[in-house]
T-cell receptor
Framework: DAGITQSPRHKVTETGTPVTLRCHQT?????MYWYRQDPGHGLRLIHY???????DKGEVSDGYSVSRSKTEDFLLTLESATSSQTSVYFC?????????????FGDGTRLSIL | AQKVTQAQTEISVVEKEDVTLDCVYE???????LFWYKQPPSGELVFLIR??????QNEISGRYSWNFQKSTSSFNFTITASQVVDSAVYFC????????????FGQGTRLTINP
C-alpha cells in the first residue's frame, strides 16, 4: 500500500470555524491532490500540488486553500467552514507526469460541519 | 472539457451472476488514460486497472475483465461469477496527459451482490 496518511480521519466542527486537514506521504512523490467525494458527484478535485510551494486550483476550489512546505505534507484548509463543505476528503499522490502512473489514495477524512 | 459518465447509479445482482458496469467518457485529447477504482464499504479507494488510449486490447484478470472501445468512447468493466466481496462502489476515471495529470471521475456505480 502507498504510504499515505490522512489526519484526522473524522472531524465534526461548527460553521465558521477554521479546519485544516493533513496529508502525509512517505513515497517522496512529487504530485499531491485533494479531492472531495459527495453523493452523485464522484470525486472532484479541489487543489493539487506539483512540487514544494507549487499549487494550483482544481474544479471546486472556492472556500479552500492549500499549502505544501515540504514534499511529504500537503495541507488543506477551510478558512471558515460551511455546511456545504461537509464531505469525505481524499488525498492522492502520483509519482510523475507519466500519465500511466495511477494516483494512489489515502483512506479519507470524513468532515461534518454543523 | 473532459467528462466521465457512469449512467448506472446502483446495480443489484445475485451472487454468481455476471455484471457489467458501464463507463462512457468525453475528451478532446488524443492521448489519455482510463482507470477503474473500487471503493469497498470500508471507504478506501483501490486502484484496479489502467488503460491508455492507444491500447484497445481487452484485459482479463481473474473474474474481472475490461472492454475498451475507442469508437464508442467506452471502457466497461465486467465481473464474472460475482461474489459478495465484490460489493462496492466502482469509479471510472479519465486522466489527461496535459497539465498535472488530474483525474476526472464518474459519479460511481454502487454494486451490491446478494447471497
Amino acid at each position: 500500500d502507498a504510504g499515505i496518511t490522512q489526519s484526522p480521519r473524522h472531524k465534526v466542527t461548527e460553521t465558521g470555524t477554521p479546519v485544516t486537514l493533513r496529508c502525509h506521504q512517505t513515497e517522496n512523490h512529487r504530485y499531491m491532490y485533494w479531492y472531495r467525494q459527495d453523493p452523485g458527484h464522484g470525486l472532484r478535485l479541489i487543489h493539487y500540488s506539483y512540487g514544494v510551494k507549487d499549487t494550483d486550483k482544481g474544479e471546486v476550489s472556492d472556500g479552500y486553500s492549500v499549502s505544501r512546505s515540504k514534499t511529504e505534507d500537503f495541507l488543506l484548509t477551510l478558512e471558515s467552514a460551511t455546511s456545504s463543505q461537509t464531505s469525505v476528503y481524499f488525498c492522492a499522490i502520483s509519482e510523475s507526469l507519466e500519465g500511466h502512473q495511477p494516483q494512489h489514495f489515502g483512506d479519507g477524512t470524513r468532515l461534518s460541519i454543523l | 472539457a473532459q467528462k466521465v459518465t457512469q449512467a448506472q447509479t446502483e446495480i443489484s445482482v445475485v451472487e454468481k451472476e455476471d455484471v457489467t458496469l458501464d463507463c462512457v467518457y468525453e475528451t478532446r485529447d488524443t492521448t489519455y488514460y482510463l482507470f477503474w477504482y473500487k471503493q469497498p464499504p470500508s471507504g478506501e479507494l483501490v486502484f484496479l486497472i489502467r488503460r491508455n488510449s492507444f491500447d484497445e486490447q481487452n484485459e482479463i484478470s481473474g473474474r474481472y475483465s475490461w472492454n475498451f472501445q475507442k469508437s464508442t468512447s467506452s471502457f466497461n468493466f465486467t465481473i464474472t461469477a460475482s461474489q459478495v466481496v465484490d460489493s462496492a462502489v466502482y469509479f471510472c476515471a479519465l486522466r489527461s496527459i496535459q497539465g498535472a495529470q488530474k483525474l476526472v471521475f464518474g459519479q460511481g456505480t454502487r454494486l451490491t451482490i446478494n447471497p
